[in-house]
């Protein structure tokens, strides 16, 4: 993929500009259970508000745009790579959540809260881990130097809920800032005059603090230089063609001297990739475009040699027949990876899922075990895991499974879905819905929990004790409701 691969529209795209088109010209827009401002001290967005923007259009795009890439294992590494590199940044507390969006465009951007997204045309983009973690280093740092809550924030007079409108127009305007630019003029979130590109001083700073993040973490420092020299040739070369991160990224000769200066106070040393970045560079490829066409062109990688790893475009191959199912020729692709010994919970997620699409139940639940005792936490494999089990019928253990994971894990949406799908197994209906009220509280549609709780409540068959929290949860919902639709009118 090439870097004019970045300006091509894509239908997802365009479902998530209507998507903000309809939310900015909507009046008013809903906040669901977001805080008053209150007394605003210097100027600055309220953290619980800002977190509470994040969480909204977080729902959004989850749970509403194609959009979102729905891949546990990427999500996962990128999760473990954020989480590496804010734990060394200026505010380590701040809590970041990282997610992939299915979009060849070379971009990310950070929302209020601490949420941010990767298209995966970055993650091709990258040629090593260290420039991927100079990115997110500096979306980091515009997190916790508070930039888009300055950006979002622009008035005392401006009510929550449009700030939620005006952050989904920032989203937009990370993957394309004309689109989002017309539709804010054209809305009431036109009034703010918010900028919708970073400041040159903000661009600066994050780029100072997102290097100091990469050092500490322990990443070649030159990464970040080498990643935005690379975008600002791109743009030289296809001229107006700028890639979108750079649309609202300014990237200006001087920001490019001083990460060079940055550099030569740290001696050249070699920081070698992990195999979870290669494995997961190699499976967002495979998971591009037509399942046939990724194919093939994983295979004349390797034809040609033209790799960093080849058990990593092996993997990817392995996927991209997954996604043919030609289940057979994926493990057989797999195998030899496998066979050198190399240590991830990818491969051991991609093994288990191929044992059990052939209708092996049995050896698919072993291998799920077995990863699951060297990777105890990886997502992947505990949701494969838990949905084998349910597809067995074995209710009783995935149920027991499951809780002792939302336990630690209690705001997990899947889980609790496949928690709903248990108790339905067994009969137990009333728990059922309440299963499914939580679910629909984690995203956002309090509505809908309500009802489930009716329904819950309708189920007659629950024990004094569990009608008990099923009536405390309902009235707890149709309080938030009441504040829902009282901020909405704000």
């Not at 509470?52 to 990128?78: C, F, N, T």
Request: net charge neutral; aromatic share 8%.
């Amino acid at each position: 993929m090439g870097y004019h691969s970045t300006m091509r529209f894509t239908r997802s795209r365009a479902v998530l500009t209507l998507l903000l088109a309809v939310t900015l010209a909507s009046a008013p827009v809903r906040g669901d259970g977001l805080p008053e401002l209150g007394d605003v001290a210097g100027g600055d967005l309220p953290l619980s508000a800002e977190k509470k923007i994040g969480q909204q259009i977080m729902h959004e795009i989850r749970w509403q745009s194609p959009s979102y890439l729905d891949d546990p294992d990427v999500e996962a590494y990128l999760n473990q790579l954020g989480g590496r590199l804010s734990a060394v940044s200026s505010d380590p507390g701040f809590g970041f959540q990282f997610f992939a969006i299915d979009e060849p465009s070379i971009n990310a951007f950070a929302m209020p809260g601490g949420y941010i997204g990767v298209h995966a045309g970055l993650i091709l983009a990258a040629q090593s881990e260290s420039e991927l973690a100079g990115v997110l280093a500096h979306e980091i740092s515009h997190v916790t130097q508070r930039h888009i809550a300055r950006q979002v924030y622009q008035s005392k007079q401006v009510g929550i809920a449009s700030m939620v409108a005006m952050g989904l127009a920032l989203l937009a305007a990370r993957s394309n800032s004309q689109v989002a630019g017309a539709a804010i003029v054209g809305s009431q979130a036109g009034a703010m005059s918010a900028q919708l590109a970073f400041s040159r001083d903000f661009e600066r700073e994050s780029d100072r603090l997102g290097f100091d993040t990469l050092q500490r973490a322990g990443f070649d420092v030159r990464g970040m230089g080498r990643f935005f020299e690379r975008l600002q040739q791109a743009v030289r070369l296809y001229e107006n063609n700028a890639t979108a991160y750079l649309r609202t990224h300014p990237l200006t000769g001087e920001r490019l001297s001083d990460m060079q200066n940055r550099e030569q106070a740290y001696p050249y040393r070699q920081v070698r990739d992990s195999n979870d970045f290669l494995l997961v560079r190699a499976r967002v490829r495979a998971l591009q475009g037509r399942p046939a066409d990724a194919v093939k062109e994983l295979q004349r990688q390797l034809a040609e040699e033209k790799f960093n790893s080849r058990p990593a475009i092996q993997y990817g191959l392995a996927v991209a027949l997954a996604r043919q199912r030609d289940w057979s020729a994926a493990e057989q692709a797999l195998a030899p990876v496998r066979a050198t010994g190399l240590s991830s919970a990818l491969l051991e997620h991609l093994a288990a899922d191929l044992r059990l699409a052939q209708g092996d139940l049995k050896q698919g639940l072993r291998l799920y075990s077995e990863g699951l005792l060297r990777f105890p936490q990886h997502p992947g494999l505990v949701y494969g895991y838990a949905a084998a089990l349910i597809e067995a019928r074995r209710f009783a253990e995935a149920l027991h499974f499951i809780q002792g994971r939302l336990a630690s894990q209690a705001e997990d949406v899947r889980l609790q879905k496949m928690r709903a799908q248990c108790h339905a197994g067994l009969g137990q209906f009333a728990q059922q819905h309440l299963a499914l009220a939580e679910s629909f509280v984690l995203q956002g549609q309090t509505a809908a929990a309500i009802e489930q709780l009716q329904l819950a409540q309708r189920a007659a068959d629950a024990n004094f004790y569990e009608m008990s929290a099923i009536d405390a949860r309902l009235r707890q919902m149709k309080l938030k409701r009441l504040e829902e639709i009282r901020e909405s009118r704000n």
